[in-house]
């Protein structure tokens, strides 16, 4: 679960930053900030764990595939934040001080690598998205 809230995080802290815009991704561009250099069969799996990811986000309507580039080199998606996606990250937790958005602090967090936040932030926002509690709007 810890690989799975790191991904999301940094995926989420990237869409919210360019939001509306789609962003380009790729397995790639997340591998090194969510595998450990160590985790060979991490590695090994990662771009098979990574399409399943946005698959399931985009399942459970936090974000949109508006086009898919996949081919034989492996996935790549143009991503954006749904309308469920945005919300849930505009939202400001009731249980952490200061008036920063969960978006703002996944972009910020993103940016520093810092995973154990990330993952929080992560299973704050998908939990208070499905409970509606937790949060201020």
Do not use: C, H
């Not at 974000?63 to 934040?81: R, Y």
Request: proline share 3%; glycine share 8%.
């Amino acid at each position: 679960m810890e690989k799975f809230n790191l991904l999301v995080g940094l995926l989420f802290g990237r869409l919210y930053e360019e939001f509306p815009v789609s962003l380009r991704v790729t397995p790639k561009q997340f591998l090194n900030q969510t595998i450990a250099e160590d985790d060979e069969e991490g590695s090994f799996n990662f771009i098979e764990y990574f399409e399943s990811t946005l698959r399931w986000l985009e399942t459970a309507e936090y974000i949109w595939i508006t086009q898919d580039f996949s081919d034989d080199g492996g996935p790549e998606f143009d991503v954006v934040l749904s309308e469920k996606g945005l919300e849930t990250l505009r939202r400001v937790p009731k249980s952490l001080e200061g008036t920063a958005s969960l978006g703002e602090r996944l972009s910020s967090f993103a940016k520093s690598k810092t995973s154990d936040a990330v993952g929080t932030l992560v299973s704050l926002a998908i939990t208070s998205a499905i409970s509606g509690s937790g949060i201020a709007s």
